[in-house]
């Protein structure tokens, strides 16, 4: 986990927040989200992580498929 943390932190001083971050959220990848969040089921409070920090990408970032990423998110509520 370390050398992604630090590679991430890398990027964003260089690049700035748009291009600065990488991953599944960030590429709309929802398929791999879903199968993040169906792993971090045994483990809630990873999960609440895993889901506060996706939001404030979809807020806060340039986020591919945005719109299915929110409604993904918004299904775990329910």
């Keep these: 986990m370390i050398p ?4 991430t932190l890398a990027n964003y001083a260089a690049l700035g927040p748009e291009k600065g971050f990488s ?3 960030i590429r709309g990848d929802v398929d791999t989200v879903k199968r993040h969040l169906r792993v971090l089921r045994e483990d809630e ?12 990408s979809l807020r806060y ?12 998110l918004t299904r775990l509520e329910n």
């Design 23 to 25: 991953g599944p959220i």
């Design 45 to 56: 409070a990873l999960r609440d992580v895993y889901v506060a920090l996706a939001r404030a």
């Design 61 to 72: 970032l340039p986020v591919k498929q945005k719109n299915l990423l929110q409604r993904l």
């Design 4 to 7: 992604i943390l630090e590679q």
